[in-house]
């Protein structure tokens, strides 16, 4: 999943310098589901694993809802941007924590990059 993180989101701002604005929106769609996972695992919140947005706002921590919001937006190439980069942050933060907590390797040169 971290690996999936990872690729979509280096993806996504490979896409957005081609200006492909409607793309970059739809890969961040896909980037949403997999936050939303890795931020259930990391609050044990992992009932709604299939549909990992239902009842988020309930069940996820002020926060991570928060955070998710930072990772969203419209059309607009400047939010795109601005939210691909949000992505990577939380993405890489809750990476990072359940990494630690789990004991798994993260692939440090490609994200180095």
């Not at 589901?33 to 549909?51: G, P, S, V, Y």
């Not at 419209?74 to 789990?102: F, V």
Request: negative net charge; aromatic residues 6%; charged residues 25%.
């Amino acid at each position: 999943m971290i690996d999936s993180l990872i690729n979509w989101t280096l993806f996504g701002l490979n896409v957005l310098e081609r200006a492909e604005v409607a793309r970059v929106w739809e890969l961040l769609r896909l980037l949403h589901d997999t936050l939303l996972r890795l931020a259930r695992i990391k609050e044990d919140q992992t009932h709604h694993w299939i549909t990992p947005s239902k009842n988020a706002e309930n069940e996820l921590l002020p926060n991570a809802y928060r955070q998710l919001a930072s990772c969203s937006a419209g059309l607009d190439p400047d939010q795109l941007a601005g939210a691909c980069r949000e992505t990577w942050t939380w993405g890489m933060q809750m990476a990072t924590t359940l990494a630690e907590n789990h004991d798994l390797k993260l692939p440090h040169e490609l994200i180095g990059k």
